[in-house]
């Protein structure tokens, strides 16, 4: 009886081990991942990578995507049907991840100016795998200017929009009909000799567009309104030959009950030093038409206020001393004089500007020693 007992013990540890091989070669839970690569680069023209996965257990899923620091989780419902052999693409933010047959695609798009980084969590059974992956950056920027909007006023507003890059010029302006039926007026501009290349300094560009006066300063696009007396949208077009950005606007219509705009001009520099020994600057006011409104110099205000809005403000002449520094218009231009300091302390002075509701704030200082 004692012989028969152990036959029937040994055979059932024999049965259940064989038990237990039979469960650990299905059960997906038993894990291996084994990837082609662990590390993915995008770069020289390729946006596209494949990743293969190797199972021997199967049931392998992608549990989270992580593109620029920002993770993103499957769901459950997406983890098991990946676990059960199904196709899966999705797009996390620049990358998109495909899976079909085992293999991982990752496809990156959008700008790398600034570079990009990727960490793909994989998970089978109880193992986890881990796809790291960047595209540097190449410092390049598409053209863009800011703002991309401008509302101007109607009756001789002047705005500047920057831009990013010196090798653009203008394209085209197109404007609507006051009864706004259609976009009608298309002016259209040459391709400069230069281009597309680097715009040398010395290249000038300024153009009326029926009441629209489109201007290139530097990096800079300076529009001004002259005689628009309905509202009115546009659209200027910027180029580099390979690279487009739009520019749209718009002018309200003062008599429709538009507010009265209120804002900054932009004035350059906007802060003026000089030496001891005296000397002069110039400062360039972004706008056709301003004028001096007041100038304090060593905390004694002088109110200019003067008016004549009307006419543009180089055909104005106009020239003052206060104390020891000179304002005097010169074109578009404030020209800035200062007689030489002989007290041995700092001298600070302030001048205001305007055109139509709008201000810019030159502050100056000018050294003792």
């Known amino acids: 009886m004692k012989k028969h007992l152990i036959i029937y013990l040994t055979g059932f540890l024999c049965l259940a081990a064989a038990c237990s091989d039979d469960d650990g070669a299905t059960d997906p839970w038993a894990g291996g991942i084994e990837l082609s690569a662990e590390t993915v680069t995008f770069g020289d023209g390729t946006l596209s990578q494949t990743v293969y996965v190797e199972n021997g257990q199967g049931g392998w ?24 052999g199904a196709a899966f693409e999705r797009t996390f933010g620049w990358l998109t991840v495909a899976v079909a047959d085992n293999a991982i695609t990752l496809t990156a798009s959008g700008s790398d100016a600034d570079g990009h980084t990727f960490g793909i969590d994989l998970q089978a059974g109880y193992s986890t795998a881990r796809i790291i992956g960047s595209m540097p950056a190449t410092g390049e920027r598409p053209l863009a200017a800011t703002p991309d909007f401008v509302d101007m006023a109607f009756w001789g507003d002047t705005v500047a929009v920057e831009t990013n890059k010196d090798t653009w010029w203008v394209k085209s302006v197109q404007m609507d009909d006051p009864w706004k039926e259609t976009l009608v007026a298309l002016y259209e501009f040459d391709t400069p000799e230069w281009a597309p290349g680097t715009r040398p300094q010395e290249w000038t560009f300024s153009e009326w567009c029926d009441w629209l006066k489109v201007t290139v300063d530097g990096q800079r696009l ?75 110099v060593d905390g004694k205000r002088y109110y200019i206020g003067h008016k004549e809005s009307g006419e543009p403000t180089a055909d104005r002449v106009y020239k003052r001393t206060l104390r020891w520094l000179t304002v005097e218009i010169a074109g578009l231009d404030l020209k800035l004089t200062a007689e030489p300091n002989t007290t041995g302390e700092d001298r600070t002075f302030e001048i205001v500007v305007e055109a139509y509701y709008k201000n810019g704030t030159i502050t100056g200082v000018q050294k003792g020693q």
């Not at 899923?61 to 059960?84: F, H, K, M, P, W």
């Not at 003062?254 to 009265?260: D, Q």
């Open 61 to 84: 899923c992608i549990t989270a995507v992580t593109a620029d620091g920002n993770q993103t989780r499957l769901s459950q419902a997406e983890q098991e049907s990946l676990r059960g």
């Open 222 to 296: 300076v529009l001004s309104s002259e005689g628009c007396d309905w509202s009115r949208d546009f659209y200027v077009t910027l180029t580099t030959g390979s690279e487009e950005c739009t520019v749209a606007g718009h002018t309200d219509e003062f008599l429709t009950g538009a507010s009265i705009p209120t804002g900054v001009i932009a004035v350059e520099p906007g802060n003026v030093e000089f030496g001891a020994e005296g000397g002069e600057a110039n400062v360039n006011v972004i706008s056709e038409k301003w004028h001096l409104y007041d100038v304090t």
